[in-house]
């Protein structure tokens, strides 16, 4: 792949993150931000799952506990 344009500016924050990081080259920057990325989303995309996976858990948990209850106090009439 080629040379990837960018403004000035985005080339003085690489810079800067280059020295500040002690990154050796500017695409080594740009690699190690790809990475960070990677791992962000990742990160996001699984937490994601997970909230979803609750979401459906908590939801069986209530039909359970309802049934139960009901269950339970017809049980108590009974008696």
């Avoid at 979401?55 to 339970?72: P, S, V």
Wanted: with cysteine; net charge positive.
């Amino acid at each position: 792949m080629g040379a990837i344009s960018v403004s000035k500016k985005e080339e003085q924050q690489i810079e800067r993150l280059r020295k500040e990081l002690r990154i050796p080259s500017k695409s080594e920057v740009i690699r190690v931000t790809l990475q960070t990325l990677e791992m962000k989303t990742a990160k996001e995309r699984l937490r994601q799952e997970i909230q979803k996976s609750v979401r459906r858990c908590a939801q069986a948990d209530k039909l359970e506990n309802q049934t139960l209850f009901f269950g339970a106090f017809t049980h108590a009439q009974s008696d």
